[in-house]
């Protein structure tokens, strides 16, 4: 299983987080991107299944992501 955290400078000044876990063949995302000058927080997942055999996903509440 792997971690990491990477982060970079977008094109209008704005700053992105991504936020990488991968356990068994599910790796997981998260990112957020701040805008300056403003209080605005845009965050999304992004799933993958890094395997050859199907993963299920179940419901998942966000506050657990």
Same mark, same amino acid.
């Given at each position: 299983?792997?971690?990491? #955290?990477?982060?970079? /400078?977008?094109? +209008?000044?704005?700053? +992105?987080?991504?936020?990488?876990?991968?356990?068994?063949?599910?790796?997981?995302? /998260?990112?957020?991107?701040?805008? =300056?000058?403003?209080?605005?927080?845009?965050?999304?997942?992004?799933?993958?299944? #890094?395997?050859?055999? =199907?993963?299920?996903?179940?419901?998942?509440?966000?506050?657990?992501?």
């Amino acid at each position: 299983d792997a971690a990491g #955290a990477a982060v970079r /400078r977008l094109a +209008q000044g704005e700053l +992105q987080l991504d936020l990488s876990l991968t356990a068994g063949a599910l790796a997981v995302v /998260r990112s957020y991107v701040v805008h =300056p000058g403003t209080s605005v927080v845009r965050e999304w997942t992004l799933c993958r299944n #890094a395997g050859r055999t =199907p993963l299920t996903l179940e419901l998942i509440p966000m506050a657990d992501l």
